[in-house]
């Protein structure tokens, strides 16, 4: 079992502001890095997949970078809108399993 | 909608009974897998199958659980006797094994109340 850590728990920001989350999870065993979006009543989403070391991902205003030697992932919201507001979860794949982590609720505030 | 699908989407039920939960996933993913998320924690795994074979259960699957994928197609996840610990939700994420990481898709999960 990987352990997983992702900060903040919790985070609301107003409409516009810029913010960033952090995945952390040992860097041994290491197959993929996969980020979700994850808003409520509905499925989780794949949002980035990520394998190589300073891999960077873009998808409109979300961004994410890895950093597989030292074990963490940041992922960006640039200008945060309302309907960014969702749980974000990221989830290490050693191959055959994903172990996610325990994610970050984002309250965007219009 | 070719997504992976899951009914019920709710069930409340009351400690002891026997609940059935079931997962149709994407048609041509190989893989299938249950994970339990309880409030403040991430997806846990509790199993997966390729194909019709179970392949990997995790010890949070305790006896009272039993999961199938007898036609390799759709799945069931039983669970007997239901506890006030078992309250979760539920979600199965589909596959295809050797293809894009082995990147998976969820379906919007069953919540499962047990009173």
Known sequence: ILNVEQSPQSLHVQEGDSTNFTCSFPSSNFYALHWYRWETAKSPEALFVMTLNGDEKKKGRISATLNTKEGYSYL???GSQPEDSATYLCAPNTGNQFYFGT???????? | DTGVSQNPRHKITKRGQNVTFRCDPISEHNRLYWYRQT??????????????????????????????RPKGSFSTLEIQRTEQGDSAMYLCASSISGVGYNEQF???????TVL
């Open chain 1, 76 to 78: 960006y919201i640039k």
């Open chain 1, 103 to 110: 994610g970050t609720s984002l309250t965007v505030i219009p």
């Open chain 2, 39 to 68: 409030l403040g924690q991430g997806p846990e795994f509790l199993t997966y199958f390729q194909n019709e074979a179970q392949l990997e259960k995790s010890r949070l699957l305790s006896d009272r659980f039993s999961a199938e």
């Open chain 2, 106 to 112: 969820f379906g919007p999960g069953t919540r499962l």
